[in-house]
């Protein structure tokens, strides 16, 4: 599959960016939010440093996915123990319907 180039706006500067093709438009949404966060933080701290501001901006991005990757290692961790206990569950049943048919 091939790359395609897209410009995106970050901080007022447009910067051309390859993705691959069909992803586009999801490439133009992250980097409007990204600008957004940026825009917000720039708004609440007074930073006018781009580089401090792209560099909070990629620590809290960097955050929030680490905390989802959390989420769904605890939300897999629980599915598979839940799934252990109906196959126990499943295995006594069976075994007591064997017993009984002996």
Sequence with gaps: MSNQAVEVEILG????????????????????????????MTAKT??????????????NVCYELQSRSQEVQQKQDNLTEKMEQLSASLDDILTQVAQRKS
């Excluded at 500067?13 to 825009?39: F, H």
């Design 13 to 40: 500067k447009l910067t051309r960016v390859n993705c691959p093709a069909g992803q586009e438009e999801s490439l133009i949404k992250a980097a409007q939010d990204l600008n957004s966060r940026i825009e917000e």
């Design 46 to 59: 007074k930073v006018t440093n781009e580089v401090q501001l792209l560099t909070i901006a990629a620590l």
